[in-house]
Nanobody, 118 residues
Framework: VQLQASGGGLVQAGESLSLSCLAS????????IGWYRQAPGKQRELVAV???????NLADSVKGRFAISRDSSMNTVHLQMNSLKPEDTAVYYC?????????????WGQGTLVTVSS
């Protein structure tokens, strides 16, 4: 299973950006999928996650500004980021808990850089 992230870039504070992550492979199902981020010199942190029932959880720092959604038929998750702040600058990583062939494990996608200028 591979996770392919896209959508990062450079924006100014207050602007919006959308990230997408596509899960591809054979014979798998997604239990939960979401985004982590890691800013320079900081630990990786959870941003948002959505499970296979549609329930979601967002970090307090992004509540009210970010929204996560999932297109189950396309195995894709989207992160809509509004009112971006300079402190949102980080490498964003897609992460998924996936069941496949009787096992369940986490997968990581490559990071995509989001830079918010003040």
């Amino acid at each position: 299973v591979q996770l392919q992230a896209s959508g990062g870039g450079l924006v100014q504070a207050g602007e919006s950006l959308s990230l997408s992550c596509l899960a591809s492979g054979n014979a798998f199902s997604i239990n939960a999928i979401g985004w982590y981020r890691q800013a320079p010199g900081k630990q990786r942190e959870l941003v948002a996650v959505i499970n296979d029932s549609g329930g979601s959880n967002l970090a307090d720092s992004v509540k009210g500004r970010f929204a996560i959604s999932r297109d189950s038929s396309m195995n894709t998750v989207h992160l809509q980021m509004n009112s971006l702040k300079p402190e949102d600058t980080a490498v964003y990583y897609c992460n998924a808990l996936i069941s496949r062939l009787g096992t369940r494990r986490y997968y990581w996608g490559q990071g995509t850089l989001v830079t918010v200028s003040s």
